[in-house]
């Protein structure tokens, strides 16, 4: 028993501690599970557009419901299904946004994304299941022994920050920001000289529907039809579209949309209402594809606006423990904008900002300011 327990112990530790490629995503999907159950008004699925362009917590605040972002970078829609059951496991949402802009990327070798998913998921009934489902290796035991395989690329201190980071979380109970990542300043540097984007405001034009999204639409669709207790709104995140790839992209979104109002769900296309939502292409992103904190603030507001006043999403009751806790949430927030501010407005032509998430390094930093 004692050569058992010195092979499983360390094992044990391992799965909880060692991170995957993405530190971000396993750190957002493991923090999932740390909300107080059916406590969500709104969920929301999708992938690193969301995750910029979102907060739940500035939704909370200013709008009065509960959210989360069960977001994973560059999610293949081909798990729809499992992440829409692991998030009802756990939650009775009214309402579940989802994100299309994965939807038109078809995405048939999906393993990486599964590995990210399967390895935040608590151990249980449910997870050996989503395993057996899903599992593209023969290697079956490297989805319950992760480190095995997919051991990241990050340097021992970004190591140590990450099991840091999971440590303070759980000895807190909750997340602080619900799985909010974004960064310091405006793209430039990451994407090259500045392009002047090109203008989708109104602009509803179309290309005929692929038939490999068309058939990946289909995946969405089947599973949501299974949960007609839930109102699906399906939606798209504001980009900088520089390249007639990507306005092509655009167009393929808009007729999936049409696609998607002809199936009975709402489509909600934000890309299409920039000048609406006051976005500033020079300074309201950090690259192409993601918003930075001035983008993101901008396109929660308009977007819950439009959750409340159409949609009728509203926040339920909820403990006082769990809304002193969102209240926390709420005040770190503040501190977190006011050093995205000072980080922008410090930043020099050409200097690389700072990511912003909830990692311990930023929490240090806030209380450090505090102190001071």
């Known amino acids: 028993m004692i050569k058992i327990l010195a092979v499983l112990l360390p094992a044990v ?55 989360y972002l069960y977001t994973i970078s560059a999610n293949a829609f081909r798990l729809f299904e499992v992440q829409l059951e692991e998030v009802l496991r756990v939650q009775s949402p009214g309402t579940i946004l989802v994100d299309v802009g994965e939807v038109i990327k078809v995405k048939t070798d999906y393993d990486t994304i599964f590995r990210q998913l399967a390895a935040s998921v608590p151990f249980g009934r449910h997870k050996i299941d989503m395993i057996r489902e899903y599992a593209q290796s023969e290697d079956i035991l490297s989805y319950y022994f992760p480190f095995t395989v997919v051991h990241g690329d990050a340097t021992p201190k970004d190591l140590l920050s990450y099991i840091r980071t999971n440590a303070a979380v759980r000895r807190r109970g909750y997340s602080l920001l619900k799985g909010v990542t974004t960064f310091t300043g405006s793209g430039e540097t990451w994407d090259g000289p500045y392009v002047t984007p090109i203008d989708t405001a109104g602009d509803h034009s179309t290309v005929e529907l692929p038939e490999a999204v068309a058939e990946e639409w289909q995946y969405v669709l089947d599973a949501c039809r299974k949960h007609p207790e839930v109102q699906f709104i399906f939606i798209n995140t504001p980009h900088r579209i520089t390249t007639e790839e990507n306005y092509r992209n655009y167009q393929i979104t808009n007729a999936l949309g049409q696609r998607i109002e002809e199936e009975g769900y709402a489509f909600v296309n934000l890309e299409s209402m920039t000048d609406a939502i006051g976005l500033v292409p020079e300074t309201d992103f950090y690259n192409n594809a993601h918003m930075n904190l001035y983008g993101q603030y901008k396109t929660t507001r308009f977007l819950c606006d439009i959750l409340t006043r159409e949609f009728g999403v509203a926040g339920k009751a909820i403990s006082f423990e769990n809304r002193e806790k969102w209240e926390n949430c709420a005040a770190f927030q503040k501190d977190y904008f006011r050093l995205f501010d000072e980080e922008f407005k ?27």
Not at 346 to 372: C, N, V
Request: charged share 30%; proline share 5%.
């Open 346 to 372: 410090a930043r020099k032509p050409g200097e690389f900002g700072k990511w912003l998430d909830e990692d311990i390094r930023l929490l240090e930093t806030l209380e450090q300011r505090k102190s001071e």
């Open 13 to 67: 530790l391992l799965i909880s501690l060692f991170p995957l490629n993405q530190y971000g995503d396993a750190t957002r999907l493991k923090n999932f599970y740390l909300e107080e159950p059916d406590s969500l008004d709104v969920v929301l699925i999708g992938s690193s557009e969301n995750y910029a362009g979102f907060s739940p917590v500035l939704a909370y605040e200013e709008y009065g419901f509960t959210s």
